[in-house]
C-alpha cells in the first residue's frame, strides 16, 4: 500500500508566526502570483489578511504539514476562507512535493475595511513578529511592501488585545511595527467598544 505524503499548506499571515500553532514541518516558502489585501467578510466583525491574484508578485510565508490530511482543526481556524490549491505556484526546499493549499476570501465576500470592520494591531503584530523570526528586517519589509489595503482603519487595541491569539512584543519589534506603519500613513485609531477576547 502506497503511503501518501501529508498534504501542507501556506500561510501568509498569521500561520506565519509559529508561536500560534503546532503544525509539523514549517518550512519557509514562497508564494509567486499572489499578493496580500487587507479585506473584511460578513462572516468576521473586523478586517484580516487574505490573498489575491497578482501575477507580478511573489510572497513569502510558511508550511506546515496538516497530518492525515485532516482539515478539520485548520478550516475551523480559517473558517472565513475558502481553502484552494496551490501547488504549481509554491517554491519551498521540500525534497518532496506535497499537495499545497492556501486560503482565500471568496470574491463575493471581499470587502474593503472600514471603521466597523477595522484592521486589528495586535494583529498586525502577530503577523510582523512572524515574519521578523522568520525572514528577518528584510523579510518583514517586503511583507509591508506586498501587503495592500495599508489605508483602512487600524484599531489600536494593544492595551486590551481583541485578536485572540495575539502575542507580547519586544520593543524592537513593536518599534518597526509602529515605524513601518506611520511609514504607510497608516490611520491609527483608539478603541472605543470592542472588548478583548480571551
Known sequence: M????????????SLVNRTTHDYGNPTRATAQGWRRLWRHTGKRPVAFLTVVPDPSCRI????????????AALDAREWAYDRVAASD???HDLDHRPAIHLYTVAPDQNHAPDTRHPILLSYIDVVVQGYLTEFGVEGALRFFETTDGWEAPILNDRAAPVYARHRSLTDFERRF????LEALSARIDQPEGLSPKR
Open 2 to 13: 502506497t503511503h501518501m505524503p501529508p498534504p501542507y499548506f501556506f500561510g501568509y499571515g
Open 60 to 71: 513569502d510565508g510558511l508550511i506546515a504539514s496538516v497530518p492525515g490530511a485532516d482539515w
Open 89 to 91: 505556484q509554491i517554491r
Open 177 to 180: 511595527v509602529d515605524q513601518n
